[in-house]
């Protein structure tokens, strides 16, 4: 199908947010960018917004308040962004860990597994210092336990996609081919 046709029969069968869940540096927030411009829709990313909205970055929140503080603005933010109607949101890696945000999630948006492999989450998250959960041991560790905590998780999603560093294009047209078949199953 061309892919002008694709993305309207998508758009005209889209009624609910797209949401992206994966583990750090899986790339949710370069394909979410992708996956909304591709579509015409708005792209979102809720630690953006749990920025704004504490005025403060991620690492300092996880510094003064804690996770535990971390994790309530995140349910607050994203069921928030739940209500926008149709649009692109990337979460956190952790944001459907909680229950209410997960319920949520799997009854009111088409979710999207961004998944990659480990060797590609680990570069990316070593790029800078931004991830308050990997500064207190070994990355590769962390990660390692997160994917098996997470991954049952995340295995819920209506549509997984592989993300890794090639051109982003391929990627979006992986998404949209999965998107559609998902909308016209
Ligand atoms: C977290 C992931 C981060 C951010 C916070 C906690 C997690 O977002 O929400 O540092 O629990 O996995 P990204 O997945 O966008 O890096």
């Given at each position: ?7 309207y029969?998508?758009r005209s069968?889209?009624?609910?947010p ?5 583990l750090m540096g ?5 394909i979410?960018?992708?996956l909304?411009?591709?579509l ?7 630690d953006?917004e749990?920025e704004?909205?504490?005025?403060m ?5 996880f ?6 503080y971390f994790r309530?603005?995140?349910k607050r933010?994203?069921a928030?962004l739940l ?5 692109v949101?990337a ?5 459907v860990?909680?229950?209410e945000?997960a319920e ?8 999207i597994?961004?998944r990659a492999?480990?060797p590609?989450m680990?570069?990316r998250t070593g ?5 308050p959960l990997?500064?207190?041991?070994d990355p590769?560790?962390?990660l ?5 905590k997470?991954y049952?998780?995340y295995?819920?999603a ?9 051109p982003?294009?391929?990627?979006l ?8 078949d998902?909308?016209?199953?």
């Amino acid at each position: 199908m061309a892919e002008e046709d694709n993305i309207y029969e998508i758009r005209s069968r889209l009624d609910r947010p797209l949401l992206l869940i994966g583990l750090m540096g899986s790339g949710k927030t370069r394909i979410g960018r992708a996956l909304a411009g591709a579509l015409g829709l708005g792209f979102i990313d809720s630690d953006d917004e749990i920025e704004k909205a504490a005025g403060m970055d991620i690492a300092d929140i996880f510094d003064k308040f804690g996770e535990p503080y971390f994790r309530d603005g995140e349910k607050r933010v994203i069921a928030r962004l739940l209500d926008e109607g149709v649009q692109v949101i990337a979460t956190g890696g952790g944001a459907v860990m909680m229950p209410e945000t997960a319920e949520r999630v799997w009854r009111d948006t088409i979710s999207i597994w961004v998944r990659a492999e480990m060797p590609v989450m680990l570069e990316r998250t070593g790029r800078n210092d931004r991830r308050p959960l990997l500064r207190g041991g070994d990355p590769a560790e962390i990660l390692a336990g997160l994917v098996e905590k997470r991954y049952p998780v995340y295995e819920k999603a209506n549509i997984v996609i592989d993300s890794h560093n090639g051109p982003v294009e391929a990627i979006l047209n992986q998404t949209l081919t999965k998107l559609h078949d998902f909308l016209y199953r």
